[in-house]
Every structure is written in structure tokens, then in C-alpha cells.
């Protein structure tokens, strides 16, 4: 089950594996109430691979109601947390064991290569369950000083039920960052995944009760937006939001907060991350190979992808040739081949916003290099061909709004402190990366660009050991990974006592 299936026999095996089709709630998979289904498609085919129970309010009350019978329960929310961190490396194993079926069931849902799929559930999906399950019974309170009539304790306590709502573009990588800490609090869960991406985060229910997770502490509820979505967002008994999506989704998260119970929400979002290449920077192989990866990963469907790319005049010329040659050796196509690169577009909405942005690229003066709007040969999905922009400026759209696809704009300046101004200047503030070989300069721009990861020689968006969030549009305080995602999960309740004058005296006695 868990070994990797060889590539001629992928495609065949692929048709064969399983996939839950019906809502997670209570324990047991069933039907949406409403009877509605929505058909899930294969990005790369165009074809149907089945259909999913449509969720809507209902369901979502539904849901909701196991996750807080659950909560009060407490046979989560209260357990010893090294007994919640058994039944989570019990998980990661379990998806380990599974790591291949969830691959090509990902792969076939979101179009993504079925290599990337493979690395993020073989490996980084099971080492978050691993992770927050191994931090938990080290996660401890505080006790405030104070003089001696008083003991003050500062403890943890599980927020409650918190509603998670994903995006597409790494569907199980997001469902781990967000469930596997809201678990480790001993949280209840009811999550609805991307609607064009439903079918991983079903079998993680599925296997997380094989772990020995007790019903109704997570529920997931496939669904749109529009419904299942705002239903989350609007009810009152959820006493917590964790967002992923867009940044018009986000704002959405507040409005239905403040239109209902005032519940918190976190929000990770949208960005239009630079990539700046200083005059002193080695435009070697290895800057080339992050330059391009850190705008075309993904099919440049990545929240931190690097689209601006801002690089010195003396050295634009020879960046442009090479990162033109090295787009050129992308291999888009059958997501399911490993040697494939990049994948298909998550749906055929989305691969024409992206078309829409190249065309607007044209049209305002960008000037097209490699790409373009052109179909990719032979393949009848969603495909966009890696594209790439020269002559790009701050005030085209192209720069400024993001595109969520293959299309890579560069842009030169003359001196670091315009470089910097030009990259300062976004809505948005995810990441940023910076090539340079002098450190004192590589910490002034670190210290200077407002967002929330900076990685300096090497496109990264750090590890599950860092936080990860964004600045301005891209997010709230809050933060996935690291210790610093608990906090999501947890709130702090003060325990204040007192010493009693009796109590004194009997015990002085
Ligand atoms: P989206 O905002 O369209 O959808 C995200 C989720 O919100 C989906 O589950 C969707 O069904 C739901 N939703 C949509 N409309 C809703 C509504 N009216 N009410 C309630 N819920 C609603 O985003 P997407 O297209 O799925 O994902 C792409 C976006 O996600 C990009 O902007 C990307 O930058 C962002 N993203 C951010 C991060 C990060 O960590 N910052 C990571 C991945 C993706």
C-alpha cells in the first residue's frame, strides 16, 4: 500500500484508488442533508472523477453540534496530552503507511505532479502530525510571581470548536498545518476543504479514526463556499476561524465574525512576493534554479511564490537568458508522470484568470519572452505554459494583483534602496527573497521588507519549526507552524488563589 508504484503501472493504479465521497461527521461518512452532490473533476483530463456530498448549513449545524458534544465530552479536549500525542503519531504513521494512495489521489484532484504530491504527503504531511503530537506534553503553563498570599497560574486551555476552511493548492499540506495543531489543543474540528479539491481531507478523517480519534472531534464538510463556507463563518458555536484562501475570502471571514459571535479568525492570504537580485549577487545555476522555482512551483499556484523578480541593470540581461533557457526546460504535462515538472491549473476558471493576466501583460506594454497564451500540445486539462514577462513596471497589473499561475515578471532598478521601495510597495507582504553576498546589506533589506518570512540566497518558506504568515493583506497576528500556530488553538485562563485567613491559621497550627 505505501510503496511507490512504479511510473509505467500509475496511471492504472491511480483508477484504482479509493476515495471517501460523502461528508465526515459524528464518526461516519454520510450523505450532505440536502441529497445535493458536486462533481469533483481531474485538472489534467477535464474528466469527472466522481462526485462529493454538497454540504450547506445544515450539514454544517450538524457537524458542529458533534464536534461540541465532543468537546464537552472532554474525552479529547480533557485527555492527558500524551495520550492525544499516541493517537497523533498514530495518525502520522498511518498516513505514512498511505503516503502513496493520498498521493495520486491529490494528484488526481488538484492536477498537481504527482512527485510534489508524493514529497508533501510522503514526508511533510506525517511530520506535522508527528510534530504537534511530540510538542504537546512539553507545551507548558506559567505561573505569575506574586507575593506570598497568592498562588497565579497562568494556564492553556483548548479553545473549543474551531471551524478550518482550506484552499487548493497543497489540499492535505494545508489540512495538516492547521488540523494536526488544533488536535494537539485538544480542539474539535469541523473543516471544509477547497470545493475543487475535497477528496484528501476525507480519507484524513477516515484515518484518523482508524487512530483512534473519538467521534465528532473532527468533521469535514465538503462543500462551496458561498454555503458551506459562510455557514462555518456565521455560526455561533464555533468559537474559532483558521482561513487559508484569498484575500477577499479573508476580508469575508471578518465581516461573518463580527455579523455573528465575534469568534477570532486567522487568516493566511494572498501575496505578490518579490525576488531581488542585487549587483553584487553570482548569478551562478543555483540562483537561476531558485529564481524559477520560486515563481513556477506549483504551477505558480503557492501563496509566497515569487512573481516580482527585481534584479540590478548591470545584470539583468544575463539573468533574462538564463532564466529563459532554464523556464524552457520546464516539463508541463501529465501530472502523473514523475518526470513531469509542473502540473495542470487547478480548474478551467482559474487557467482562464491566469490567460486573462497574460493577455492584460500584453496589452499593457509587458514584454511577453517565453509562454504565452497558447494551449500546451496534446493535453486536454487546465495547462498554462510557464510565462515569463520582461520589461514589467510597478503600476502594471501584472506587478501588482495576484495571478496564482506561471507568469513571472522582471524588473530592473539601479540602485538597493529603489529595489527595496519597489518591493515595499504591495498590498500584500508573504515573503521575500534576497541574493546578495553582503550580509550587511542582506540584513538591512531582512530588516526593512515588511512581510513575514525573508529568505536570504535560497528561495524558502523556512520548516514546520517557523512560523508562517504574512504582513498587511496577507494575514492576521496569527501564524501557522512553529510553536507559534498553537496559539490559534489555545487560550490563557488565570487561576488566581488566594490565601484564606483561616486557612492560614489551621494549617500554621
Ligand atoms: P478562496 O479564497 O477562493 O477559497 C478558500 C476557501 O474559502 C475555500 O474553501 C472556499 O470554498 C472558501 N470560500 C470561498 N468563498 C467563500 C465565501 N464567500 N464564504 C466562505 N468561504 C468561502 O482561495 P483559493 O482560490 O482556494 O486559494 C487560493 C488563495 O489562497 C490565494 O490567494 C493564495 O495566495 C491563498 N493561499 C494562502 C496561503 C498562506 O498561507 N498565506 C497558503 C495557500 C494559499
Same mark, same amino acid.
Given at each position: /500500500?505505501?510503496?511507490?508504484?512504479?511510473?509505467?503501472?500509475?496511471?492504472?493504479?491511480?483508477?484504482?484508488?479509493?476515495? *471517501?465521497?460523502?461528508?465526515?461527521?459524528?464518526?461516519?461518512?454520510?450523505?450532505?442533508?440536502?441529497?445535493?452532490?458536486?462533481?469533483?473533476?481531474?485538472?489534467?483530463?477535464?474528466?469527472?472523477?466522481?462526485?462529493?456530498?454538497?454540504?450547506?448549513?445544515?450539514?454544517?449545524?450538524?457537524? $458542529?453540534?458533534?464536534?461540541?458534544?465532543?468537546?464537552? =465530552?472532554?474525552?479529547?479536549?480533557?485527555?492527558? *496530552?500524551?495520550?492525544?500525542?499516541?493517537?497523533?503519531?498514530?495518525?502520522?504513521?498511518?498516513?505514512?503507511?498511505?503516503?502513496?494512495?493520498?498521493?495520486?489521489?491529490?494528484?488526481?484532484?488538484?492536477?498537481?505532479?504527482?512527485?510534489?504530491?508524493?514529497?508533501?504527503?510522503?514526508?511533510?504531511?506525517?511530520?506535522?502530525?508527528?510534530?504537534?503530537?511530540?510538542?504537546?506534553?512539553?507545551?507548558?503553563?506559567?505561573?505569575?510571581?506574586?507575593?506570598?498570599?497568592?498562588?497565579?497560574?497562568?494556564?492553556?486551555?483548548?479553545?473549543?470548536?474551531?471551524?478550518?476552511?482550506?484552499?487548493?493548492?497543497?489540499?492535505?499540506? /494545508?489540512?495538516?498545518?492547521?488540523?494536526?495543531?488544533?488536535?494537539?489543543?485538544?480542539?474539535?474540528?469541523?473543516?471544509?476543504?477547497? =470545493?475543487?479539491?475535497?477528496?484528501?481531507?476525507?480519507?484524513?478523517?477516515?484515518?484518523?479514526?482508524?487512530?483512534?480519534?473519538?467521534?465528532?472531534?473532527?468533521?469535514?464538510?465538503?462543500?462551496?463556499?458561498?454555503?458551506?463556507?459562510?455557514?462555518?463563518?456565521?455560526?455561533?458555536?464555533?468559537?474559532?476561524?483558521?482561513?487559508?484562501?484569498?484575500?477577499?475570502?479573508?476580508?469575508?471571514?471578518?465581516?461573518?465574525?463580527?455579523?455573528?459571535?465575534?469568534?477570532?479568525?486567522?487568516?493566511?492570504?494572498?501575496?505578490?512576493?518579490?525576488?531581488? $537580485?542585487?549587483?553584487?549577487?553570482?548569478?551562478?545555476?543555483?540562483?537561476?534554479?531558485?529564481?524559477?522555482?520560486?515563481?513556477?512551483?506549483?504551477?505558480?499556484?503557492?501563496?509566497?511564490?515569487? /512573481?516580482?523578480?527585481?534584479?540590478?541593470?548591470?545584470?539583468?540581461?544575463?539573468?533574462?537568458?538564463?532564466?529563459?533557457?532554464?523556464?524552457?526546460?520546464?516539463?508541463?504535462?501529465?501530472?502523473?508522470?514523475?518526470?513531469?515538472?509542473?502540473?495542470?491549473?487547478?480548474?478551467?476558471?482559474?487557467?482562464?484568470?491566469?490567460?486573462?493576466?497574460?493577455?492584460?501583460? $500584453?496589452?499593457?506594454?509587458?514584454?511577453?519572452?517565453?509562454?504565452?497564451?497558447?494551449?500546451?500540445?496534446?493535453?486536454?486539462?487546465?495547462?498554462?505554459?510557464?510565462?515569463?514577462?520582461?520589461?514589467?513596471?510597478?503600476?502594471?497589473?501584472?506587478?501588482?494583483?495576484?495571478?496564482?499561475?506561471?507568469?513571472?515578471?522582471?524588473?530592473?532598478?539601479?540602485?538597493?534602496?529603489?529595489?527595496?521601495? /519597489?518591493?515595499?510597495?504591495?498590498?500584500?507582504?508573504?515573503?521575500?527573497?534576497?541574493?546578495?553576498?553582503?550580509?550587511?546589506?542582506?540584513?538591512?533589506?531582512?530588516?526593512?521588507?515588511?512581510?513575514?518570512?525573508?529568505?536570504?540566497?535560497?528561495?524558502?518558506?523556512?520548516?514546520?519549526?517557523?512560523?508562517?504568515?504574512?504582513?498587511?493583506?496577507?494575514?492576521?497576528?496569527?501564524?501557522?507552524?512553529?510553536?507559534?500556530?498553537?496559539?490559534?488553538?489555545?487560550?490563557?485562563?488565570?487561576?488566581?488563589?488566594?490565601?484564606?485567613?483561616?486557612?492560614?491559621?489551621?494549617?500554621?497550627?
Amino acid at each position: /500500500m505505501h510503496e511507490i508504484v512504479a511510473s509505467a503501472d500509475i496511471e492504472g493504479i491511480s483508477k484504482t484508488v479509493r476515495s *471517501p465521497a460523502n461528508a465526515f461527521i459524528d464518526g461516519r461518512l454520510q450523505a450532505a442533508r440536502s441529497g445535493r452532490r458536486f462533481e469533483t473533476l481531474n485538472p489534467a483530463t477535464a474528466e469527472v472523477l466522481g462526485s462529493v456530498a454538497a454540504c450547506d448549513a445544515a450539514d454544517v449545524d450538524l457537524a $458542529v453540534a458533534a464536534a461540541r458534544r465532543a468537546f464537552n =465530552e472532554r474525552k479529547w479536549s480533557g485527555a492527558a *496530552p500524551e495520550d492525544r500525542k499516541d493517537v497523533l503519531l498514530r495518525l502520522a504513521n498511518l498516513i505514512r503507511e498511505h503516503a502513496e494512495d493520498l498521493a495520486m489521489l491529490e494528484s488526481l484532484d488538484s492536477g498537481k505532479t504527482i512527485t510534489d504530491c508524493r514529497a508533501e504527503i510522503g514526508e511533510e504531511v506525517p511530520r506535522f502530525f508527528q510534530w504537534y503530537g511530540e510538542l504537546i506534553d512539553k507545551t507548558f503553563g506559567k505561573i505569575a510571581p506574586t507575593d506570598e498570599s497568592a498562588l497565579a497560574l497562568i494556564m492553556q486551555e483548548p479553545i473549543g470548536v474551531v471551524g478550518l476552511v482550506l484552499p487548493w493548492n497543497f489540499p492535505l499540506l /494545508m489540512a495538516a498545518w492547521k488540523v494536526a495543531p488544533a488536535l494537539a489543543a485538544g480542539c474539535s474540528i469541523v473543516l471544509k476543504p477547497a =470545493e475543487q479539491t475535497p477528496l484528501t481531507a476525507l480519507r484524513l478523517a477516515e484515518l484518523s479514526s482508524e487512530a483512534g480519534l473519538p467521534d465528532g472531534v473532527l468533521n469535514v464538510v465538503p462543500g462551496f463556499g458561498e454555503t458551506a463556507g459562510q455557514a462555518i463563518g456565521r455560526h455561533m458555536d464555533i468559537d474559532a476561524i483558521s482561513f487559508t484562501g484569498s484575500t477577499e475570502t479573508g476580508a469575508l471571514f471578518l465581516k461573518y465574525a463580527s455579523e455573528s459571535n465575534l469568534k477570532p479568525v486567522a487568516l493566511e492570504m494572498g501575496g505578490k512576493s518579490p525576488f531581488i $537580485v542585487l549587483e553584487d549577487a553570482d548569478i551562478s545555476e543555483e540562483l537561476i534554479e531558485n529564481a524559477v522555482s520560486a515563481a513556477m512551483w506549483n504551477g505558480g499556484q503557492n501563496c509566497s511564490a515569487n /512573481m516580482r523578480q527585481f534584479v540590478h541593470q548591470s545584470r539583468k540581461d544575463e539573468f533574462l537568458g538564463a532564466v529563459i533557457e532554464r523556464v524552457g526546460r520546464i516539463r508541463a504535462g501529465n501530472p502523473l508522470d514523475p518526470s513531469t515538472d509542473m502540473g495542470a491549473m487547478v480548474s478551467a476558471e482559474h487557467r482562464q484568470r491566469v490567460l486573462g493576466y497574460i493577455a492584460k501583460g $500584453v496589452s499593457e506594454g509587458a514584454r511577453l519572452v517565453t509562454g504565452g497564451e497558447a494551449p500546451l500540445p496534446g493535453m486536454a486539462g487546465y495547462f498554462v505554459r510557464p510565462t515569463v514577462f520582461d520589461r514589467v513596471t510597478p503600476a502594471m497589473t501584472v506587478a501588482r494583483e495576484e495571478i496564482f499561475g506561471p507568469v513571472l515578471g522582471v524588473m530592473s532598478f539601479s540602485e538597493p534602496e529603489e529595489a527595496l521601495a /519597489m518591493a515595499a510597495d504591495s498590498v500584500y507582504g508573504l515573503h521575500a527573497t534576497v541574493f546578495t553576498r553582503d550580509i550587511d546589506r542582506a540584513l538591512h533589506f531582512a530588516r526593512r521588507l515588511p512581510c513575514g518570512t525573508v529568505s536570504i540566497n535560497r528561495f524558502t518558506e523556512g520548516d514546520i519549526k517557523t512560523p508562517f504568515g504574512g504582513y498587511k493583506r496577507s494575514g492576521s497576528l496569527a501564524r501557522d507552524n512553529g510553536t507559534e500556530a498553537l496559539e490559534q488553538y489555545l487560550q490563557k485562563k488565570t487561576i488566581w488563589i488566594s490565601r484564606s485567613k483561616a486557612g492560614v491559621g489551621a494549617t500554621s497550627a
